[in-house]
Each structure stands twice: as structure tokens, then as C-alpha cells.
């Protein structure tokens, strides 16, 4: 959007120009309030403290819903920012078909507080009506620190699936939705802090978001491979072991390409990848795991090398 510079007094050494009514009403900022103003080059960035003016209350009913849907819903909401969310919910047995396991309504909506939703606790409930509060203060720094926390999480999610196919261990394949519940409670997070706080650079703040949106899918391509191949008693290639391995590399390279914009990191991501491609060309015959853990390590890579090509 274009503005046009007004000229203040009679000796025109002052000027000014009107900011955007959407933003003023979105930060709420008012007459006296301080802006942070910054010069890059030929731009001029204008930023403020304050967050988002979001509802500061929600309510949202649960009821009739199942459990993948009720967690889903929970956690959208969580991420709004909002500082108190109410839950209309009835108590009712439900069935997880992720995890395999017998729960109700109200544990379930403990569980996702306690395993997603960071600085939520339960402050009142009652047989139909859940209060959940936000305690303590969101930071600034608590979007990096959350960052590093979920490239943390999601090699550390990768190292167990390849310790699973190792040693053929299915009680590790099914604990792994816990590994995948950890790399969702600080996704939720970075996107409750930029829905509150914004960030004062917008194409940082859209790559930021491409990033978590691309870890957290990763996260639940790995996920799906426990899920899916648990049944199954064929062995792994070890070749595709090994090649599931070295996505660990690649999420530590991208996060040096995030983080520091380390140029190196491409090209070994970009190898990476085509050491999967690869392995696919010259096996065509593959039993169903190893053709789901593939397929998953495909789409993997193709997100991060997608990432690459997004901050290119």
C-alpha cells in the first residue's frame, strides 16, 4: 500500500504520514503511544510492543466430538492466543484410533492441555464446563527458544523411529505419538506467540510461519510410519534405515539455513534428498513398509527443500 507524505508548519521541515487503519486497530494503538521506527536502506520498518488485540476469552463447545477432533479443536484454540478458553464438553467414553486407547472426554481434554498447550492449565471445572487459563507471561524470546526446542524434538523423534526399525521393536513404534505430542506443544506455541505478538519483520514472520508448518508436518510423517507399519513383520532395508537416519542431518543443516542463513546447508540437504531419489530409482520392487517409509521420506524432503526455495 502506497501513502502520501504530509507536510507539517509553514517551514515544512516536519512531515508525516497516516498508518494503515487495519494495523492501528489490530495493535489498538492510541494517541501518545511510542513506535519503534527502524531504517534498512531505503525501507523504513514501524513496529510495536503491544500484541495483537485478540479476544481475551473464548468459548468453544465439544460435545459430539471425537477425540482426534476434540484434540484438533482444543489446540486451534490454544493457538488464537487467547489468554482463557472455556469448554463446553459432556463426559463420555471415547476411543483414540491413533494411539489405540480407551479415554473420556475429560481426560482427554487434560491430556491435550497438559501434552500441547504450553502455559495452560485447567483453573475451574465442573461435570460440563472446563475453564482453562494461561499462566505466566509470553516473551519475545520464547519464539527462538521454542524453535530450537522443536528441531530438538523432531531428530529426536527421528532417532527413535530408526531405533524402532533397528531393533524391529513395535512398543516403541506405538509410543512414538508421544514424541509427536512433544514437537505439537511447541508448534502450538510459536503460532500462540505470533497470533499475540506478531513479529516486527512480516517476511520473517511468513517464513517463520512456512517453517513450523513444515516441521510440524514432518513430525507427523515420521509419526505415520509407526503408525503404519507397526502390523507389519517384514524386515526394513537397512539401506532405508540408513538413508532415514540422515534426515537427522538435514533438519540440523535447515536449522543452521534457518537460523543463521548458512548457505552451505542447502547443498547438503539437496544431497540428501537425492540420495533418496536415488535409492527409489534403483529399487522399483518394494514390499509395502518399505514403500510407506519411502514415500514418507520423500515428502520430508520435498518440504524442506520447499523451504529453501521459499527464502530463496
Known amino acids: 500500500m502506497k501513502r502520501k507524505v504530509i507536510q507539517q508548519g509553514s517551514s515544512g521541515s516536519s512531515t508525516t504520514i497516516t498508518l494503515p487503519a487495519s494495523w492501528i486497530k489490530k495493535f489498538n494503538i492510541q494517541a501518545g503511544d511510542e513506535l519503534e521506527v527502524i531504517e534498512e536502506g531505503s525501507n523504513i520498518i514501524i513496529s510495536t510492543e503491544k500484541e495483537v488485540d485478540i479476544p481475551k476469552e473464548i468459548h468453544v463447545d465439544v460435545r459430539g466430538m471425537g477425540a482426534q477432533q476434540l484434540a484438533r479443536k482444543i489446540a486451534n484454540m490454544y493457538r488464537t492466543g487467547a489468554d482463557i478458553i472455556h469448554v463446553t464438553y459432556e463426559n463420555m467414553p471415547l476411543i483414540s484410533y491413533r494411539s489405540n486407547r480407551g479415554i473420556n472426554v475429560r481426560d ?40 530450537l526446542q522443536i528441531f530438538k524434538k523432531l531428530k529426536s523423534q527421528v532417532a527413535l523411529l530408526v531405533t524402532a526399525l533397528e531393533k524391529k ?101 539437496l544431497r540428501l534428498r537425492d540420495n533418496v531419489w536415488a535409492y527409489k530409482l534403483k529399487n522399483k520392487k518394494l514390499d509395502t513398509p518399505n514403500t510407506i517409509l519411502l514415500i514418507r521420506l520423500e515428502v520430508s524432503y520435498d518440504l524442506l527443500v520447499s523451504l529453501l526455495e521459499e527464502k530463496a
Open 108 to 147: 482427554e481434554i487434560e491430556r491435550v492441555v497438559t501434552l500441547e498447550c504450553l502455559g495452560m492449565e485447567v483453573e475451574h471445572d465442573t461435570p460440563t464446563l472446563i475453564t482453562l487459563k494461561q499462566f505466566g507471561t509470553i516473551r519475545e524470546q520464547d519464539f527462538n527458544n521454542s524453535m
Open 169 to 269: 521393536d513395535q512398543n516403541i513404534l506405538q509410543s512414538m505419538w508421544l514424541s509427536d505430542r512433544q514437537i505439537n506443544k511447541f508448534f502450538n506455541f510459536c503460532i500462540r506467540i505470533l497470533n499475540k505478538k506478531g513479529m516486527r519483520e512480516t517476511k520473517k514472520a511468513m517464513f517463520s510461519y512456512a517453517t513450523l508448518l513444515a516441521l510440524e508436518e514432518i513430525g507427523d510423517q515420521i509419526y505415520l510410519v509407526a503408525i503404519d507399519i507397526i502390523h507389519y513383520k517384514k524386515r526394513i532395508s537397512p539401506k532405508l534405515i540408513k538413508l532415514t537416519n540422515d534426515l537427522i542431518t538435514a533438519i540440523d543443516e535447515y536449522s543452521l539455513f534457518y537460523h543463521k542463513n548458512l548457505d552451505s546447508a542447502v547443498s547438503k540437504i
